[in-house]
């Protein structure tokens, strides 16, 4: 079973970092793509970026230069370094397994506010 679990959100003010990481369990890891997207209230989901099987990355353009997606192989992890946040960062971000939005797991709350 596909499992993937969230963590390291939390509350930050603006210009601030946040490391997230997604343990991931049930596959295998080193041959799957894996993606970061976020979720705002009221609005849809968000691709953030990508870490592909060859783990050459891409991001969104709202957070090239900002945000850093990277993965622990041996440990099954998945993270997404986040500098000089913003507001509209504010979101719940999850991690995804193959572009499969169905395996996402219960997601990280991230907030950006002064």
């Known amino acids: 079973e596909v499992q993937l679990v969230e963590s390291g959100g939390g509350s930050v003010q603006p210009g601030g970092s946040l490391r997230l990481s997604c343990a991931a369990s049930?596959?295998?890891?080193?041959?799957?793509?894996m993606s970061w997207f976020r979720q705002a209230p009221g609005k849809g989901r968000e691709w953030v970026s990508n870490?592909?099987?060859?783990?050459?990355?891409a991001y969104a353009d709202s957070v090239k230069g900002r945000f850093t997606i990277s993965a622990d192989n041996a440990k099954n992890m998945v993270y997404l370094q986040m500098n000089s946040l913003k507001p509209e960062d504010t979101a719940v971000y999850f991690c995804?397994?193959?572009?499969?939005?169905?395996?996402r797991g219960q997601g990280t709350q991230v907030t950006v506010s002064s």
């Open positions: 870490l592909y099987t060859d783990r050459t990355t």
């Open positions: 049930g596959f295998t890891f080193s041959s799957s793509a």
């Open positions: 995804v397994r193959n572009g499969d939005w169905n395996s």
